[in-house]
């Protein structure tokens, strides 16, 4: 069984401020991580993943989550915070990633970018 | 570059009546994938096809039917719909690693 936990559906920075988004998993299994992104009316879009290549994985526009297994976290980062940032974000854990690979969200995190 | 395509992108549905949601991808991907998302529940799996000639009930099966139509092709049919069932609704489709999604379709059942 899995799941995510994302802390904070709601998150509110100013323009050229860290970025926080915290993640949280649980795996039976060694498990693989996404980020995704969801801008207005749109589909979801990856951020990255990781699928134990590396335990800091860089992303588009700027983002990075490092994979921290004591932890069990997942968390996303950007250090200086851009107004086009304001979306959802959504964390998914796998148990895998070939074929079929059921993906389990959590309830999202709302970022908002204030001047 | 389509992607996933999903037709239509809105619908306005009565009680009762059927409905068939259109999903296609261009990316040769062997799986493809429905969800449903809903305001702060995330998105969440209703069936996948983890390849051309099988289907799979996932966390939100009921009320639901699927057919994988041939490799780029995956609809999602509500037989009798009901309001439980408005909901945004998305395709998805992966070979190896992430999912890439369509837009959604945005489904209301009154």
């Known amino acids: 069984a899995q799941s995510v936990t994302q802390l904070g559906s709601h998150v509110s920075v100013s323009e050229g401020a860290l970025v926080l988004l915290r993640c949280n998993y649980s795996s039976s299994v060694p498990p693989y991580l996404f980020w995704y992104v969801q801008y207005p009316n749109q589909g979801l879009q990856l951020l990255l993943k990781?699928?134990?290549?590396?335990?800091l994985v860089k992303g588009i526009n700027g983002f990075e989550a490092e994979f921290k297994k004591s932890e069990t976290s997942f968390h996303l980062t950007k250090p200086s915070a851009h107004m086009s940032d304001a979306a959802e974000y959504f964390c998914a854990v796998s148990p895998f990633t070939g074929g079929g690979n059921k993906l389990t969200f959590g309830t999202g995190t709302q970022l908002k970018v204030e001047l | 570059n389509a992607g996933v395509t999903q037709t239509p992108k809105f619908q306005v549905l009565k009680t009762g009546q059927s409905m068939t949601l259109q999903c296609a991808q261009d990316m040769n991907h062997n799986s493809m994938y429905w969800y449903r998302q809903d305001p702060g529940m995330g998105l969440r799996l209703i069936y996948y096809?983890?390849?051309?000639?099988?289907?799979d009930k996932g966390e939100v099966p009921n009320g639901y039917n699927v057919s994988r139509l041939n490799k780029r092709e995956f609809s999602l049919r509500l037989e009798s719909a009901a309001p439980s069932q408005t909901s945004v609704y998305f395709c998805a489709s992966s070979d190896s690693g992430a999912q890439h999604f369509g837009d959604g379709t945005r489904l209301s059942i009154l």
């Open positions: 990781y699928t134990s290549a590396a335990t």
């Open positions: 096809s983890a390849s051309e000639g099988t289907t």
